[in-house]
């Protein structure tokens, strides 16, 4: 389903309209990727906008959300053309592409692949420690439970990472320790 996005500013002469298909944030309004479809030069605004931190807004049922870039955050911009001759763009925050600092890790997972277990195969093949897939449900509880893993609102999946090795090993003997996993 497309959304509208708009830039305006009134006192500066911008408005600028196009329109959404998805998009993700955390409960601050921080956005971490958007998709932007539209005439080219509608697209450009918007994305420009979004990376010099400008407020957006996403039309959202009667309400509007306002959304805009991290501050200190880098973001990319991809686009390709449709044979409709429209452009999309989507805008993401570096972080989606690579592992910026050891432990910090975006990962995306769309709409129509479970989060969940985007989650638990990025640790299991990022990460050192081994972990069988029975410990899939309780790993990822405790994580959430100790706050090393946020799930970020909009309409596509993106979670934020926040576990280095030395705390999932440690996560890992305690589980062992306490029979809460076994081998």
């Known amino acids: 389903m497309l959304q509208k996005i708009s830039l305006y500013e009134p006192y500066k002469g911008i408005d600028i309209e196009g329109h959404t298909d998805g998009y993700s944030c955390d409960e601050y309004g921080n956005l971490?990727?958007?998709?932007?479809?539209?005439?080219?030069?509608?697209?450009?605004?918007?994305s420009s906008g979004i990376v010099s931190g400008k407020d957006i807004e996403i039309e959202s049922g009667d309400t509007w959300l306002t959304l805009s870039a991290m501050r200190g955050e880098k973001y990319r911009i991809l686009g390709a053309r449709?044979?409709?001759g429209l452009l999309h763009q989507v805008v993401a925050m570096d972080g989606i592409f690579k592992m910026e600092t050891i432990g910090r890790k975006l990962i995306y997972a769309g709409r129509d692949t479970d989060i969940r277990n985007?989650?638990?195969?990025?640790?299991?093949?990022?990460?050192?420690?081994?972990?069988?897939?029975?410990?899939?449900?309780?790993l990822l509880r405790r994580i959430q439970n100790e706050s090393l893993i946020e799930i970020m609102e909009g309409n596509v999946q993106v979670a934020r990472l926040n576990l280095n090795e030395k705390q999932l090993d440690s996560i890992i003997c305690s589980g062992i320790s306490e029979r809460a996993i076994k081998f």
Request: zero cysteines; hydrophobic letters at 40%; charged letters at 20%.
């Open 82 to 84: 449709l044979e409709s």
């Open 32 to 46: 971490y990727l958007i998709s932007i479809l539209g005439p080219d030069s509608a697209v450009k605004g918007l």
């Open 118 to 138: 985007r989650i638990f195969n990025e640790i299991r093949n990022g990460y050192g420690t081994p972990i069988l897939p029975d410990w899939k449900n309780w």
